[in-house]
């Protein structure tokens, strides 16, 4: 069963990261939803299978509003890629691989993330700033 609270939390989270990274450099990354993935992840549960699930919930649904962001951002600004893609999608070739390179880059990393977040919290006990009714 999906915490939506949890995916809430580790949205708000990677909304607030790529605002600041954006802020700094200018430029968008996949490191906010790394961030909100892990977060998720932790808020979810102690158990790992949980904070892969939530993880990669979190991260679609910051897919779902960064890729649009990106967009806009990219025609208006010129900007290229996020981070890391910038630097994996010049060596790919075939449009296959540069499927399965976007799919992968932009799933795995933050269900591992998601799962560390679980991890996290099993090591550390449960969170006080979260309220009961979360978990």
Do not use: C, K, Q
């Amino acid at each position: 069963m999906t915490r939506w609270p949890a995916v809430f939390t580790g949205l708000l989270v990677a909304l607030t990261m790529e605002v600041v990274i954006f802020l700094v450099s200018g430029r968008l990354s996949l490191v906010g939803g790394l961030v909100g993935s892990g977060v998720a992840g932790y808020v979810a549960s102690t158990d790992p299978t949980d904070g892969a699930w939530h993880g990669l919930i979190a991260a679609l649904a910051w897919g779902t509003i960064l890729i649009p962001v990106g967009v806009l951002v990219t025609l208006t600004r010129g900007v290229g890629f996020p981070f890391p893609l910038e630097f994996v999608l010049p060596l790919l070739h075939a449009p296959g691989d540069v499927t399965t390179a976007m799919l992968l880059l932009v799933t795995l990393p933050n269900v591992l993330t998601g799962v560390s977040g679980s991890l996290l919290r099993w090591g550390t006990g449960p969170p006080t700033w979260v309220p009961e009714e979360w978990v």
